[in-house]
T-cell receptor, first 117, second 112 residues
Framework: AQSVAQPEDQVNVAEGNPLTVKCTYSVSGNPYLFWYVQYPNRGLQFLLKYITGDNLVKGSYGFEAEFNKSQTSFHLKKPSALVSDSALYFC???????????????FGSGTQLTVLP | DGGITQSPKYLFRKEGQNVTLSCEQN?????MYWYRQDPGQGLRLIYYSQIVNDFQKGDIAEGYSVSREKKESFPLTVTSAQKNPTAFYLC???????????FGSGTQLSVL
């Protein structure tokens, strides 16, 4: 079974400082990993994905994420945070060798990022 | 303007009542999904459909039903058998072979 954990419910960072939102995963095969962002009362928006290749993935709005197989992690990062980055961030994983509903995305519980001016 | 439209934005259900949430997409995507979002629990998959006239149960299908008669539409019915229906419901779609999900703006369902 696949699973994903976001160990921090809340992350606060000052504007202009670097930010990290943590994600760890568990799958039986090689994972497909994703980050999505949700603004209040809205649906989720895709930020970036890792399927294969370079461990550092660049995405929308200046975000990037680093795939670390040995630590089974896929942390989201941004060098300089903006107040407008404040939102709920979800990590998701899919195990491409699974069958049935297990082939669909499994989402983490979300991390609320607040960037303070 | 392409995208996914969910309606209504807010919905209230009385005891014993079935309610239907609408989801329409004009992205020409084959696959569509329904998720339930509860605070602190992330998203949980209710049902998904990879092609017209076919759909599969997700992780929490009990008390819900769906249909996929048209490629563009994937309505979700919350039946009276769902005893805890209060949640934010999100519809999504994706193109075949593409892992990226596109989400609607959601429907907040509450019980009167």
């Amino acid at each position: 079974a696949q699973s994903v954990a976001q160990p921090e419910d809340q992350v606060n960072v000052a504007e202009g400082n670097p930010l990290t939102v943590k994600c760890t995963y568990s799958v039986s095969g090689n994972p497909y990993l994703f980050w999505y962002v949700q603004y209040p009362n809205r649906g989720l928006q895709f930020l970036l994905k890792y399927i294969t290749g370079d461990n550092l993935v660049k995405g929308s709005y200046g975000f990037e994420a680093e795939f670390n197989k040995s630590q089974t992690s896929f942390h989201l990062k941004k060098p300089s945070a903006l107040v407008s980055d404040s939102a709920l961030y979800f990590c998701a994983v899919r195990d491409p060798v699974s069958s049935g509903s297990a082939r669909q995305l499994t989402f983490g519980s979300g991390t609320q990022l607040t960037v303070l001016p | 303007d392409g995208g996914i439209t969910q309606s209504p934005k807010y919905l209230f259900r009385k005891e014993g009542q079935n309610v239907t949430l609408s989801c329409e997409q004009n992205l020409n995507h084959d696959a569509m999904y329904w998720y339930r979002q509860d605070p602190g629990q992330g998203l949980r998959l209710i049902y998904y459909s990879q092609i017209v006239n076919d759909f599969q149960k997700g992780d929490i299908a009990e008390g819900y039903s769906v249909s996929r008669e048209k490629k563009e539409s994937f309505p979700l019915t919350v039946t009276s058998a769902q005893k805890n229906p209060t949640a934010f419901y999100l519809c999504a779609s994706s193109a075949t072979g593409n892992e990226k999900l596109f989400f609607g703006s959601g429907t907040q369902l509450s019980v009167l």
